[in-house]
């Protein structure tokens, strides 16, 4: 039960999915500490150093998270980690004595900080496959769905909508296929002890053992370990984690800021779901605000800072180890993934209920479309024997008078204006300037290369 009459960080409740943050919980984070102790427990019973009662008594405690007594305990000990092996031993009678036994901290609270990493990643993918398998359903519904493209927010040439929702595919795509390498890379700092040398074990184990204890402990914790770390694992890690975070995140700021731009009236053409009783204003009832694609781009900024802290944490991890890293690591690797996960659970829930206006779509490509087929005629022109800077010039000025029509709410006239000009009648007849303003047909190969995209998506997701 929250406490709402004290801070509560937005993660904690309102953003995120709780799958998300049970792998980020404190909860979570105690019973990965408690599996990698069992863990080294187990290992240690082969060299003789544990008996196998006191292993068998810890994994029986195990999952008997008490975190009010572990936080009694920190307050007057003042190390969490400590905390929990008193709390630990308090339950695990049999096995207390050999909690930790040859460890530093960090040989268990980074790896534990590995695998939660993994856990993150697991669900970020799955989020994202979800995703690009419903940028593809749409990418091959709207192939071949014409609209104008826009460049510097200008009417351009025609396109489709199949091949603009390509665009958001594929970048998302880049991401799933950054993060899956980056998760199956995960290495967590392994058993090296203080400074990463291992001397403890060694004098536990002698040094001839040291490779094949860790081995042991590699394979029960199905984690591979850096071959060389320091107190920690290299903080670069995280690093790499976050910004392939940040750079999902980028993805979908992009596609959420190009869906507000669409989503304004005078475009019309693409909204995100708007429910029955949602209110858009407390002040203009009419309003019709895109606030999920808002809240994505809002969430986006905060993700995009990230990868900076984490950058600062690697730089200044001096030496063998500082523990300047310690506090924030705390807060931006589980809202790096918080932040994300919200991103993509929110962008999967407007994909799912696009609304596609093709009036709109129909509407603005008759309005702009002709000035695109306006490059054909002037290829065609000069093939014909017309200057080229000549043409350019005449379907400039042509242009410019659409323009003003359309700006007086007209419909463009621009093909008429052509087809009456007597300069361009040398080179063009009036019917070959109509079938070369068709704009309809300009649209290269965007429809089968959309296509191709989703095709190549789906079958590398299903693959995976």
């Known amino acids: ?18 799958a998300m943050r049970r792998i980020w919980s404190e909860h979570n984070k105690r019973l990965l500490w408690r599996r990698i102790w069992v863990a080294l427990a187990e290992v ?59 460890a530093t901290s960090m040989d268990i609270e980074d790896n534990a900080d590995a695998l939660r990493l993994r856990q993150g990643l697991d669900l970020t993918l799955q989020s994202l496959r979800e995703i690009l398998n419903k940028l593809a ?4 519904r709207y192939a071949n769905t014409p609209l104008i493209a826009f460049t510097h927010l200008q009417p351009a040439e025609p ?22 390498a980056i998760r199956q890379d995960i290495r967590g700092k392994g058993f090296k002890g203080a400074v990463g040398t291992s001397a403890s074990y060694a004098e536990l184990l002698g040094v001839e053992e040291l490779a094949h204890f860790e081995d042991l402990l590699s394979k029960k914790l199905d984690l591979p370990f850096f071959p060389v770390s320091t107190q920690t694992y290299p903080r670069k890690q995280d690093y790499t984690v976050l910004a392939a975070l940040a750079g999902v995140g980028q993805s979908l700021y992009k596609m959420a800021f190009d869906l507000r731009l669409l989503q304004s009236p005078p475009i019309g053409e693409l909204s995100e779901p ?31 800072q990230l990868p900076r802290v984490a950058w600062d944490n690697a730089a200044h991890s001096l030496l063998e180890r500082t523990l300047d890293d310690s506090a924030n690591r705390r807060t931006i690797l589980p809202e790096g993934f918080l932040a994300t996960d919200e991103m993509l659970k929110t962008a999967l829930d407007i994909l799912s209920g696009l ?5 709109a779509l129909a509407r603005n490509l008759q309005i702009y479309g002709p000035f695109a087929a306006t490059e054909r005629i002037l290829m065609t022109a000069v093939k014909n024997g017309a200057n080229r800077q000549e043409m350019h010039e005449l379907i400039r000025r042509q242009s410019m008078r659409a323009w003003e029509s359309i700006r007086a709410g ?3 006239p621009l093909a008429q204006n052509l087809v009456e000009d007597d300069e361009l009648k040398h080179f063009l007849t009036s019917e070959q300037i109509l079938v070369l303003m068709d704009y309809s047909s300009h649209l290269g190969d965007a429809p089968q290369r959309a296509l191709a ?12």
Do not use: C
């Open 159 to 180: 396109s489709t909508l199949g091949y603009r929702l390509a665009q958001y595919a594929q970048d998302l795509f880049t991401d799933y296929l950054m993060l899956t």
């Open 410 to 412: 007209e419909s463009n």
């Open 137 to 140: 359903f749409l990418i091959q």
């Open 453 to 464: 995209l989703a095709g190549n998506i789906s079958n590398k997701i299903k693959n995976n």
């Open 355 to 359: 609304r596609v206006d093709e009036q």
């Open 1 to 18: 039960m929250f406490d709402y009459t004290s801070y509560q960080s937005p993660f904690s409740w309102r953003y995120g999915s709780s």
């Open 274 to 304: 708007f429910g029955a009783r949602q209110i858009g204003s407390s002040a203009m009832p009419f309003k019709r605000n895109p606030i999920r694609a808002e809240k994505i781009d809002s969430l986006g900024r905060y993700l995009a």
């Open 44 to 102: 240690q019973v082969n060299y003789g150093l544990v008996l196998p009662e006191q292993a068998a008594d810890l994994l029986t405690h195990s999952t008997e998270i008490n975190l009010p007594r572990a936080l009694e305990i920190e307050a007057e000990i003042q190390h969490d980690l400590m905390a929990e092996v008193h709390t630990f031993a308090e339950q695990a009678t049999i096995g207390a004595g050999i909690i930790h036994f040859g």
